[in-house]
């Protein structure tokens, strides 16, 4: 199967975005770096990358004749394994690619789709993401010879003179709703737990993948949440109980954001998310030291917004301080644009040094504070 998932052996890979419309070059090549990042999360090793620059991707290969006639070229002289592009390919595009380079292609989604396949670790996640697998492979059998009838055992699957494609679409077809239902149950599930918490006010971390939004966890909650400087280290939500001087609440830990996220992986994780909608307040973690920090912020509230409409109070948490490369002391960097980031309360830390978290703690518990107040207007032991 030409675009399966990636093994545990490192690959040699190569990088290919196309430059759209009046898009800086500059940005792409951020573009181009994150996707290596993919890359080398997935396991493989991005080696060389391509560009070029059109109104809109080729319809049937991408990228132009030309430009894929070159990378089919570099492709043969150093003996790369795949070669990775840096958005979703239609099924036709997949197939002409494929036909043309000979060698395995993978998308923007199906790389994701990979790396959460590695992550997931509790039956929920490994759920949603075969889920997401399962969308994401139905529309693309036509170039699939996937035998998924041995599965379930070929006898009284195949109707008169019924195609391997079609019975495989029909398997795909029961497969998902199955998981659909296991998920309905898993929701069901959450949602119980959710109750049994009690009033207290929930507050959730959500940002970009890969800023720090787990050692932040650990390190307020004083848990051992995974962490790691790998895109998607986290998939699986994260509650804990915490108590800043006299005030209790539930802090969660979400999965992480990227831009372009494959749509069905969105729609299966939306339960998921359930712990950011219920949310009293968001803590939205950037990291400063990316140079593109602003379009991370972006994409999260536009993913946010599909999840959930309604406006919640916010707070916005600049971390890994210590990574910048000049040196810039906390009062100049309250002084700069960044600390009116959306008009709301920002605070700059860093969760590795453990810079700034007093003062860090002590917005949340304020902010806390008075969202307590409006619950329990009557109860003043705490002001």
């Known amino acids: 199967m030409a675009h399966a998932t990636i093994d545990e052996i490192e690959e040699r890979c190569i990088l290919v975005a196309v430059i759209q419309g009046n898009v800086d070059s500059r940005l792409t090549h951020e573009y181009l770096d994150e996707l290596a990042f993919l890359a080398e999360t ?29 990378i089919k070229a570099y492709a043969d002289l150093h003996e790369i394994d795949a070669v990775i592009f840096d958005d979703e390919l239609s099924p036709s595009q997949l197939r002409n690619i494929e036909r043309e380079l000979n060698r395995k292609i993978i998308d923007r989604s199906i790389l994701i789709l990979d790396i959460f396949a590695k992550r997931a670790r509790t039956f929920q996640a490994k759920t949603q993401v075969e889920l997401a697998q399962l969308q994401y492979m139905l529309p693309r059998l036509t170039r699939m010879w996937t ?90 939500t994260t509650v804990r109980k915490v108590v800043i001087e006299n005030l209790p609440f539930l802090l969660t830990d979400t999965v992480g954001f990227i831009r372009k996220l494959p749509q069905p ?93 007093e003062e860090f703690r002590e917005i949340i518990y304020q902010e806390v504070k008075e969202i307590f107040k409006v619950r329990y207007p009557y109860n003043n032991f705490l002001y």
């Open 147 to 236: 035998h998924l009838e041995r599965q379930k055992g070929g006898i009284g699957m195949r109707g008169p003179g019924e195609s391997q494609i079609e019975t495989d679409r029909r398997i795909i077809q029961q497969r998902i709703a199955l998981m659909k239902e296991r998920l309905k149950e898993i929701d069901q599930q959450m949602i119980t737990q959710r109750g049994n918490r009690g009033q207290l006010v929930r507050v959730a971390l959500v940002g970009y993948t890969n800023v720090g939004k787990s050692t932040i966890m650990n390190l307020i909650s004083k848990s051992e949440v995974f962490a790691e400087n790998k895109l998607f280290a986290t998939l699986d």
């Open 265 to 357: 992986l969105l729609e299966s994780f939306k339960s998921t998310l359930d712990e950011v909608r219920e949310a009293d307040l968001l803590v939205h973690v950037l990291d400063l030291s990316h140079p593109n920090f602003e379009e991370h912020f972006n994409t999260v509230n536009t993913t946010l917004q599909e999840i959930d409409k309604i406006e919640k109070p916010t707070v916005i948490v600049f971390n890994k301080i210590d990574a910048l490369t000049e040196e810039v002391s906390l009062d100049e960097l309250k002084r700069t644009w960044m600390a009116k980031l959306g008009g709301r309360p920002c605070i700059f830390i860093s969760a590795v040094q453990k810079s700034n978290i």
């Open 42 to 70: 997935a396991g493989a090793k991005a080696v060389f990358s391509f560009t070029q620059k059109l109104q809109y991707p080729n319809p049937r290969t991408y990228v132009g004749e030309g430009k894929l006639a070159e």
